[in-house]
């Protein structure tokens, strides 16, 4: 059977707000599902590529980038503390949302790809310039369902989004002027301080989602 709703929204806490329009009343379940598993998965994937690249490539450029990741998501958690604005009613966190850790690191890696793909494709194949739209794309779809699944008010994915984007912009055109000058010592350094906080922060997110788990079960 079908109704009339328009395209959805979702109420904090996912629950799926309908407005007008026509849509199968079946489909939906199905989609909230979907898109709230797709963003409980986002942290993992997106980790998991980002470690497979360091282990693949680990040259000077990736873990240029991946410091930099580290260091603007450090900055985004001092950030939230000292804004200290709560996430919207029925939020499934409790710790402050301004600005959105997840929206803040998905457009630092996602802006910084599509920049060295951009670069890539002035001498390259012409579907570089596609993956790096699809980059930025998919980065913005990914914080976008941080507001759809009521994890953060619009503003606070936003503020994220942007801050996370000027910081991989500054971070890459720091690269570019940096990178080819280390010396041997200076690209062994970058290594060593890479894996180091790699470390590190990984070991932060396990020790919170293991925290969760065992006060949950």
Same mark, same amino acid.
């Given at each position: 059977s079908?109704?009339?709703?328009?395209p959805?929204?979702?109420?904090?806490?996912?629950?799926?707000v309908?407005?007008?329009?026509?849509?199968?009343?079946?489909?939906?379940?199905?989609?909230?599902?979907?898109l709230s598993?797709?963003n409980?998965?986002?942290?993992?994937?997106?980790?998991?590529?980002v470690?497979?690249?360091?282990?693949?490539?680990?040259?000077?450029? /990736?873990?240029w980038?991946v @410091? &930099? !990741?580290?260091? =603007?998501?450090g900055?985004c958690?001092?950030?939230k +503390?000292v804004i200290?604005?709560?996430?919207?009613?029925?939020?499934?966190e409790?710790?402050?949302?301004?600005?959105?850790s997840?929206?803040q690191?998905?457009?630092?890696?996602?802006?910084?790809?599509?920049?060295?793909?951009?670069?890539?494709s002035?001498d390259?194949?012409?579907?570089?310039?596609?993956?790096?739209?699809?980059?930025?794309?998919?980065g913005?779809?990914?914080?976008w369902l941080?507001?759809?699944?009521?994890?953060?008010?619009?503003?606070q994915? /936003?503020?994220?989004?942007? @801050? &996370? !984007?000027?910081? =991989?912009?500054?971070w890459?055109?720091l690269?570019? +002027?940096?990178?080819?000058?280390?010396?041997?010592n200076?690209?062994a350094?970058l290594f060593?301080?890479?894996?180091?906080?790699?470390a590190?922060?990984?070991?932060?997110?396990?020790?919170?989602?293991l925290?969760?788990?065992?006060?949950s079960?």
């Amino acid at each position: 059977s079908s109704v009339v709703v328009t395209p959805i929204s979702f109420e904090a806490g996912g629950s799926p707000v309908f407005f007008g329009g026509v849509w199968n009343v079946a489909v939906m379940p199905l989609c909230v599902r979907l898109l709230s598993a797709l963003n409980a998965a986002t942290k993992w994937v997106v980790s998991g590529a980002v470690f497979s690249v360091l282990v693949w490539r680990h040259d000077r450029q /990736v873990c240029w980038c991946v @410091l &930099g !990741s580290i260091l =603007a998501a450090g900055n985004c958690k001092i950030l939230k +503390r000292v804004i200290n604005e709560s996430r919207p009613p029925g939020a499934r966190e409790a710790d402050p949302g301004m600005p959105s850790s997840h929206a803040q690191s998905l457009s630092f890696l996602s802006t910084y790809c599509a920049a060295e793909l951009v670069v890539l494709s002035f001498d390259g194949p012409w579907w570089l310039m596609l993956a790096a739209c699809a980059s930025v794309l998919g980065g913005s779809f990914l914080a976008w369902l941080r507001v759809a699944m009521g994890y953060h008010t619009r503003a606070q994915v /936003v503020v994220g989004y942007a @801050l &996370g !984007s000027a910081g =991989a912009v500054v971070w890459w055109l720091l690269g570019d +002027r940096l990178l080819d000058t280390l010396t041997t010592n200076a690209v062994a350094s970058l290594f060593v301080v890479t894996l180091v906080s790699s470390a590190c922060f990984a070991q932060q997110i396990l020790q919170k989602h293991l925290k969760k788990w065992f006060a949950s079960s």
